[in-house]
C-alpha cells in the first residue's frame, strides 16, 4: 500500500494566520483526500484533490477557507486560512494506492488555534 | 445518503476476552464497508474491507467482520484481546454503486483493554 509522509505534525498557530500542511506520496495517485477530525468526533471529508483540476470541496468547505494545489501525482497541499480556535483540529490526507478501495492516511496534522 | 452509527463510544474489556464492536450503516445502495484503526497519535490503519463475496472478512491483527445486509451491520470482532488492541476503532462506508473514493466514517470506539 501506499506511504504518505504529512507535515507538520503539529503546530501551534494566532489567529488570523494561515497554515499550509503537505501530504507526499511514494507512488503516483490520482486522487488525494483531505479530511478534518475535530476533537473528540470522527473524520469528515472536505475535498477531493485530482492531479491537473480544481479540488472538488463538501458541503460547508469553500475554497477561499480550504484552498488546495495538486501540483503532481505524488504531492497535494492543503491550506487553512485565516484560522480561528474552530479549526483547531487534526487534518489528515488520504489515497487509495492500490486501485482497490486500499485507502491509505496520513499520521495527520494535529492543528491548535490560539 | 450514506450514514455509519457506531454503538458504542467507549468499549472496556479485560485482556485474552473477546470483543464485539457494532457498526451499522444506511444507505440507499450497495455499499463497500471498512474499519480502521487509530493508535493514540498516529494516523488510520486498515484493518479490513468488505468490497463483495463472503461476507465474514478477515482483517489484520486477528480482527475479523460480518457483513449482514438484511440488518445492515458490520461489526468487528476478536476472540482474544491484548493490551496492544487499546485504540480508536472507526467504521466507514463507501458508495458501492459508483463506486465514489470518499468514505463516511462513524464516530468511533474507543477500546480500553485492562489488564
Known amino acids: 500500500s501506499a506511504v504518505i509522509s504529512q507535515k507538520p505534525s503539529r503546530d501551534i498557530c494566532q489567529r488570523g494566520t494561515s497554515l499550509t500542511i503537505q501530504c507526499q506520496v511514494d507512488s503516483q495517485v490520482t486522487m488525494m483526500f483531505w479530511y478534518r477530525q475535530q476533537p473528540g468526533q470522527s473524520l469528515t471529508l472536505i475535498a477531493t484533490a485530482n492531479q491537473g483540476s480544481e479540488a472538488t470541496y463538501e458541503s460547508g468547505f469553500v475554497i477561499d477557507k480550504f484552498p488546495i494545489s495538486r501540483p503532481n501525482l505524488t504531492f497535494s497541499t492543503l491550506t487553512v486560512s485565516n484560522m480561528s480556535p474552530e479549526d483547531s483540529s487534526i487534518y489528515l490526507c488520504s489515497v487509495d494506492g492500490t486501485g482497490n478501495y486500499g485507502y491509505t492516511f496520513g499520521s495527520g496534522t494535529r492543528l491548535t488555534v490560539v | ?115
Open chain 2, 1 to 115: 445518503a450514506q450514514s455509519v452509527t457506531q454503538l458504542d463510544s467507549q468499549v472496556p474489556v479485560f485482556e485474552e476476552a473477546p470483543v464485539e464492536l457494532r457498526c451499522n450503516y444506511s444507505s440507499s445502495v450497495s455499499v463497500y464497508l471498512f474499519w480502521y484503526v487509530q493508535y493514540p497519535n498516529q494516523g488510520l490503519q486498515l484493518l479490513l474491507k468488505y468490497l463483495s463475496g463472503s461476507t465474514l472478512v478477515k482483517g489484520i491483527n486477528g480482527f475479523e467482520a460480518e457483513f449482514n445486509k438484511s440488518q445492515t451491520s458490520f461489526h468487528l470482532r476478536k476472540p482474544s484481546v491484548h493490551i496492544s488492541d487499546t485504540a480508536e476503532y472507526f467504521c466507514a462506508v463507501s458508495d458501492g454503486i459508483t463506486g465514489a473514493n470518499n468514505l463516511f466514517f462513524g464516530t468511533g470506539t474507543r477500546l480500553t483493554v485492562i489488564p
